[in-house]
Structure formats: C-alpha cells, structure tokens
Nanobody, 124 residues
C-alpha cells in the first residue's frame, strides 16, 4: 500500500520561511518523479515544483522561482520544499504527489499517489 505523508506546514508571517517534507512508502521512490501542488480556496490547483527521480532536473512555477527550492533524499524516500520569502498569495493547501511529469512550462500529476495535504498560511 502506497502512503504519501506531508508535514511542515503552518502559520508564518510574510517574509518568513517554511520547509515542507513528504515521505513516501510502498513504492520504489527513486523510480518516481515527485511534485508539490497547491490549491487555495476558490482557485485552481497549480503545480508548484517538481523534481526528476535523480534530482538533476527541476521545475518551478514562475511565481515561486528564486524563493522555493525542491530537493529529494532517495535514501530517506523523502522530498522537500524549502519556501523562503513567503507571501500571502502562497497560502494554500500543499500536496505531495509521487509520479509526475514536467517540462519547462508545467508539472502535472500522473498517478493517484497523493498525500493528505499540509496547510500553509502566510499572514500579511
């Protein structure tokens, strides 16, 4: 049984930082591209950042470039999203997905391996 578990969300002031973690079990983690998606109330879901299975290639949503960094530790079956200089517009539920495809312009989920989400709230 595949389990995807996110952690690290919370309430932070604008300009602050958070580090999200996502640990996966039940599949060969290093065979999966990983991604972070977010959805705010009343807004469409968007792909925030994705990383190739080896970690050598990444994708970032334009609005987070230069502020967010995705990384992975295949030995720990974990992917991270370091979020710096947070803005109120970053407030959303953040989801981790095992199994994504991406190019220069977008990242999209390709499996049903989603976590339950972790809430990020940025106050102004």
């Amino acid at each position: 049984q595949v389990q995807v578990v996110e952690s690290g969300g919370g309430l932070v002031q604008a300009g602050g930082s958070l580090r999200l973690s996502c640990t996966v079990s039940g599949l060969a983690f290093d065979n999966y591209n990983m991604g972070w998606f977010r959805q705010a109330p009343g807004k469409e879901r968007e792909g925030v950042s994705c990383i190739y299975l080896s970690g050598r290639s990444t994708y970032y949503l334009d609005s987070v470039k230069g502020r967010f960094t995705i990384s992975r530790d295949n030995a720990k079956n974990t992917v991270y999203l370091q979020m710096n200089s947070l803005k109120p517009d970053d407030s959303a539920m953040y989801y981790c997905v095992a199994g994504v495809s991406f190019n220069l312009n977008l990242c999209r989920p390709e499996t049903n391996y989603w976590g339950q989400g972790t809430q990020v709230t940025v106050s102004s």
